[in-house]
């Protein structure tokens, strides 16, 4: 059973950084695409960034574009996003998944349970 716990949320300023982690267990972490999404309150849920198998290709949400970098270290069955001149409008839960190498929420087999990242004006 695939299992994924994210860590590393937080409170913080605008203009500050976080790295928040995602580790897999029970499957083989180097077989899924792996990929953040968050949900702010009231609204849907979307896409942030995601990485390949190989951690070769990556994309990203343009709003989030040249301020988060996605990862990943196959050795250690474990997915990063940095994330550096957050702003109030990235306060949300981010969630971690595992699947095939899209931006669709729908395709992806496993779920992280989230983590609250709140930034203060």
């Known amino acids: 059973q695939v299992q994924l716990v994210e860590s590393g949320g937080g409170l913080v300023q605008a203009g500050g950084s976080l790295r928040l982690s995602c580790a897999l267990s029970?499957?083989?972490?180097?077989?899924?695409?792996m990929a953040w999404f968050r949900q702010a309150p009231g609204k849907e849920r979307e896409f942030v960034a995601r990485v390949s198998l190989s951690g070769i290709t990556t994309d990203y949400a343009d709003s989030v574009k040249g301020r988060f970098i996605i990862s990943r270290d196959n050795a250690k069955n474990t997915v990063y996003l940095q994330m550096n001149s957050l702003k109030p409008e990235d306060t949300a839960v981010y969630y971690c998944?595992?699947?095939?190498?899209?931006?669709?929420?729908?395709?992806?087999?496993?779920w992280g349970q989230g983590t609250q990242v709140t930034v203060s004006s």
């Open positions: 998944a595992a699947g095939p190498y899209t931006n669709d929420a729908r395709r992806y087999n496993y």
């Open positions: 029970g499957g083989t972490f180097s077989s899924y695409a």
